[in-house]
C-alpha cells in the first residue's frame, strides 16, 4: 500500500490552488516544451511553465466555480 503523504511533508501551501481543486502540475515528454506550453495555454486560463524542470502549472484561479 502507499503511504499518505501530507501536504506539509510534500511541501505544498496550505492555501494553494492545488489544495483547492483547482490546478495542477503536469508534464510532457513527447512534445517541444514550447509546443507543450501553448497547447496547455489553449485549455487552461493560468499557465505557469517551469522548463528547466520541465513542467506546467495549469489553474483556473481567475474562473468561478459553483
Known amino acids: 500500500a502507499r503511504e499518505q503523504l501530507s501536504l506539509k511533508d510534500q511541501g505544498g501551501a496550505l492555501n494553494s ?4 481543486g483547482k490546478a495542477f ?3 510532457c515528454y513527447e512534445l517541444d ?3 507543450f506550453v ?3 495555454r489553449i485549455f487552461w486560463p493560468f499557465i505557469k511553465s ?3 524542470k520541465n513542467f506546467v502549472h495549469c489553474d483556473n484561479r481567475n474562473l ?3
Not at 490552488?17 to 483547492?20: A, K, N, P, S, T
Open 17 to 20: 490552488q492545488h489544495v483547492q
Open 25 to 27: 502540475d503536469i508534464s
Open 33 to 35: 516544451f514550447e509546443v
Open 38 to 40: 501553448r497547447k496547455a
Open 50 to 52: 517551469y522548463p528547466t
Open 64 to 66: 468561478i466555480t459553483i
